[in-house]
């Protein structure tokens, strides 16, 4: 992680004029391009982060650029790893999703503001050869990337181009920052240019990989990741935001993580080879069970409440097609609701109440977070028919791991 001398922070601090936002507003003068200092220290770098302006990415202020190389079947040109995203993380490596329901689109949109509002054809024409998805719905591959990442972007909330800023001014320029940051990483060329092409027969390895996207990008420690058969499938480039992210500087970090991939033996296979065989289609049933709190007695009911006697709900979880899970029980979706409780209810949406699932721990996760609590401020009932809600841990209460059982 990048770090800054106390003093620079400090220097930044005085040296520049914050602009008094709601002030702004109301006299009609919001410029975020023009009011944002030049020098502000990149996102994740700054023990005093500037909060609440539309100048410094916070929380979220890692941004991964992901790449996928899906060749069986098939997904994109030959010769293209597909725009799978551009993610805001956490400064810790967690991260937020659906953060504003009210700025969410829906199919239909997309194409409607970048060409018909924003004129730009060549744009979306972008779009559309390069952000292809797995199961051939490409638009509702975008229409999920931005209401579960890009609503989560503060320096893009329509607040930030002030009273006089166009509307969906903030999904032009997700999409915009995205496809241009994704044509800075032509993958393919990277390693190609080191002599690692597609191939039924040959195999490479970690430090061969490595080193083409290294050289290529400019930047150590590139993350990417095998599948099941060791071959290459996702690329992901890190960086963290200097200023606002519709005019700020991205700026290529290392980033280090288990990469899945073993080191000798990665393939690269072509896109429609006859080898390996294309993976088993998932079990629209998904995986079912109790979910258990390690180190209780008790488990889960239907509502999502921690129950110390009684019977154990049964509960289903179902692998989506964006990646995540969705949890039900007889009473409905399982979701995080507005305490931060996990609760299961009929009114839950599944796009919008996405889980984690780690198969080899059989423990459920949510926004990276693997570790849970007892919500006991929201207890009710008495005795042994006392009911507690859990939450996600904040790191100060005593926590557990969810385990389906």
Known sequence: MVNLAAGLL??????????????????????????????????????T??????????????????QFWDYNPAVGANETWTLHGLWPDLCGGLFQQFCDKPLEIRKGDLERIIVDEFGDKDLFKLIQENWNNLGGDDESLWVHEFNKHGTCVNTIKPKCYG?????????????????????????????????????????????????????????????????????LQEVYYYHYLQGPFSTGNFVQIPFKGQSRCPQEGIRFFPKGGKNPQPRPPKDPSGMSGYLKPSGHSGCLISSGNYYESGTCAKFRIVALQFKGYNILSS??????????????????????????????????????????????????????FQQTPIKVSDGDCESFSLKLD
Request: glycine letters at 8%; proline letters at 5%; hydrophobic letters at 30%.
């Open 10 to 47: 400090f220097g930044i601090a005085n040296a520049y004029f914050v602009p008094d936002w709601a002030n702004f507003y109301s006299k009609g003068q919001v410029d975020v391009v023009g009011l944002c200092p030049i020098d502000l220290p990149l996102s994740c770098s700054n023990s």
């Open 49 to 66: 982060p500037i909060e609440n302006t539309c100048c410094f990415e916070s929380p979220s202020g890692l941004f991964a650029q992901t």
């Open 163 to 231: 009273p006089d800023g166009k509307k969906n001014q903030n999904v032009y320029d997700y999409f915009n920052r995205t496809v241009s940051l994704y044509t800075q990483y032509p993958t393919f060329d990277f390693l190609a240019d080191k002599g690692i092409v597609p191939s039924l027969t040959e195999s490479y390895t970690y430090d061969q990989v490595l080193q083409a996207l290294t050289e290529g990008s400019g930047k150590d420690n590139v993350f990417f990741k095998c599948d099941r058969n060791n071959a």
């Open 331 to 384: 009473k409905g979706v399982c979701a995080i609701d507005e305490r931060g409780d996990f609760s299961c209810n009929h009114q839950n949406k599944p796009s919008e109440s996405q889980f984690g699932y780690d198969s080899s721990k059989r423990t459920i996760l949510y926004g990276g977070i693997d570790k849970w609590c007892l919500d006991e401020s929201n207890s009710f009932g008495h005795g042994r």
